[in-house]
């Protein structure tokens, strides 16, 4: 099994190029850390190589990849590689998927407009894939969903669910014209039944403080309001997109 220890090995240096987005583009990889993200990959069959530790050889040898997948690394090269303050005694090294065509997407999507918070982006992943849904448009606008931020946040939904990446939504809007576009929106309209989307259909979601850009919100085929009667202004864009996902969900269910 190889081992590494110093910081000057070159493959560290080029590990840690995968720390940011220009970095991860031009390796196609990106970094998943800690050992359930780790599990995920290599169940995913996502891991080109696993980074672990001694102390971690020994903790995860149930789910650990063939031998040759598996770099042993010192505490220090991990530390150095790891986004959190207490790296936990693996990283995977991932190949970075590319953006499928957006003409082969399925019938219930997401879009996200400028949602700039990597750990938004990732539980929205999460949420997605746990609500059985078909992938996730985001526009250059929103945070990379392969930062380390984002990839833990999604608990391995980076891994499962479709991600488009375009320059902007009007893109994946005209690839895609038979899907009803909803928007989520604080001043639309109340959100008590099941609007007529039909099957095929893409949520809208917007920025953390800015909501959903004039030209975006222009396009939508309905607008729904979340009901807030407490005395909070707004929800997290999370939290939106997952009430919306929900009632999805629940009203599909008494329909059944």
């Known amino acids: 099994?190889?081992?590494?220890?110093?910081?000057?090995?070159?493959?560290?240096?080029?590990?840690?190029?995968?720390?940011?987005?220009?970095?991860?583009?031009?390796?196609?990889?990106?970094?998943?850390?800690?050992?359930h993200l780790c599990r995920e990959a290599v169940r995913e069959g996502a891991c080109q190589t696993l980074l672990v530790t001694k102390e971690g050889l020994d903790a995860y040898r149930e789910?650990?990849?063939?031998?040759?997948?598996?770099?042993?690394?010192?505490?220090?090269?991990?530390?150095?590689?790891?986004?959190?303050?207490?790296p936990q005694g693996c990283i995977a090294v991932c190949e970075l998927p590319e953006s499928p065509p957006l003409q082969n997407a399925g019938n219930r999507l997401m879009a996200l407009n400028r949602l700039q918070d990597p750990g938004n982006v990732g539980t929205i992943l999460r949420t997605l894939d746990a609500a059985d849904f078909d992938g996730l448009v985001l526009d250059f606008g929103c945070a990379d969903p392969f930062s380390p931020k984002a990839a833990r946040a999604s608990m391995g939904a980076v891994f499962r669910l479709p991600v488009y990446q375009v320059e902007d939504l009007h893109t994946a809007f005209d690839a895609l014209p038979k899907h009803k576009l909803v928007a989520g929106d604080l001043f639309g309209g109340p959100y008590y039944g099941h609007p007529p989307f039909g099957e095929a259909f893409i949520l809208l979601v917007g920025n953390e403080g800015a909501g959903l850009e004039d030209s975006v919100k222009q396009r939508a085929d309905f607008r729904l309001k979340l009901p807030i009667p407490g005395k909070a202004e707004s929800l997290n864009a999370a939290v939106a997109a997952g009430l919306m996902v929900y009632d999805i969900i629940r009203l599909d269910e008494q329909m059944a």
């Open 63 to 86: 789910w650990l990849p063939v031998e040759d997948s598996i770099i042993l690394v010192s505490r220090q090269v991990l530390s150095a590689l790891a986004d959190s303050k207490t």
């Open 1 to 35: 099994m190889k081992e590494i220890t110093s910081l000057a090995n070159p493959l560290v240096k080029q590990w840690r190029q995968m720390q940011t987005p220009s970095g991860r583009k031009a390796h196609g990889l990106f970094l998943a850390e800690g050992e």
